[in-house]
């Protein structure tokens, strides 16, 4: 049975965003992608005008299964300080995903003619989960806003580092199938990310102590 309405416009992007990872976005033309999805050009470009627009609902698309994979970090742990450390092991864990490393580097790619499309990509992934990272510490560790925000950025900068570059460059491979959260302690050197989060949230939290007489959390 042919694919109509929403159906269809589901698999064309399916099929888009493994064609822009496979050839990238200057090589994958909408009739290779209406080829490969198996419906008429008509029908592609109903659902989006122009391959820009396509690439834009990839994007979108990416932040919705990226979101449903991370969660928030209240959903890894109930004792706070070690649901950071596991939120932030699983972002490193996804980021290893081809499909994951393989999109930032298009979108890498694609900033100097695409930069808003960039721009979005960059939020998907790590805006998004740094802003999900600091309300969980303004709401268990008794930061203000700024700081919690600050906080967030400087753990997962330092979280990604040195593995992301290295996956960006190609010198450590990547993953072809989804990580399963189950295997979180085997992919990810938790202890590291422990050892992070007290240089990183120790001092904001003593220093906020001071200030306020209300540390929530032994973070």
């Keep these: ?3 109509r309405g929403e159906a269809l416009r589901e698999h064309i992007l399916d099929t888009a965003k493994l064609a822009f990872l496979e050839d990238g976005f200057e090589r994958t033309s909408m009739d ?3 080829a490969r999805a198996e419906t008429s050009k008509r029908s592609l470009y109903a659902h989006f005008p122009t391959k820009d627009a396509l ?5 979108e698309r990416i932040r919705a299964l990226f979101g449903e994979r991370m969660r928030t970090p209240t959903q890894y742990a109930d004792e706070p300080a070690e649901a950071v450390v596991r939120y932030c092991g699983r972002f490193v864990q996804l980021l290893r995903w081809s499909s994951v490393a393989r999109m930032l580097r298009l979108g890498i790619a694609e900033a100097d003619r695409l930069p808003d499309l960039a721009a979005g990509l960059y939020d998907v992934l790590f ?8 309300a ?10 700024g700081e919690a925000e600050v906080a967030a950025t400087e753990l997962i900068g330092l979280v990604v580092h040195p593995m992301l570059p290295r996956l960006l460059f190609g010198i450590d491979p990547v993953v072809d199938e989804v990580p399963e959260e189950e295997r979180l302690m085997a992919d990810v050197d938790l202890d590291r990310i422990r050892r992070l989060c007290r240089i990183v949230l120790q001092p904001s939290a003593a220093a906020n102590q001071l200030t306020s007489g209300n540390c929530r959390s032994e973070l």
């Design 32 to 34: 290779a992608i209406a």
């Design 55 to 59: 690439f834009l609902a990839v994007v």
């Design 1 to 3: 049975m042919a694919r």
């Design 136 to 145: 969980h510490l303004e709401t268990t560790s008794g930061l203000a806003t």
């Design 127 to 134: 805006g998004t989960t740094a802003r999900d990272l600091a």
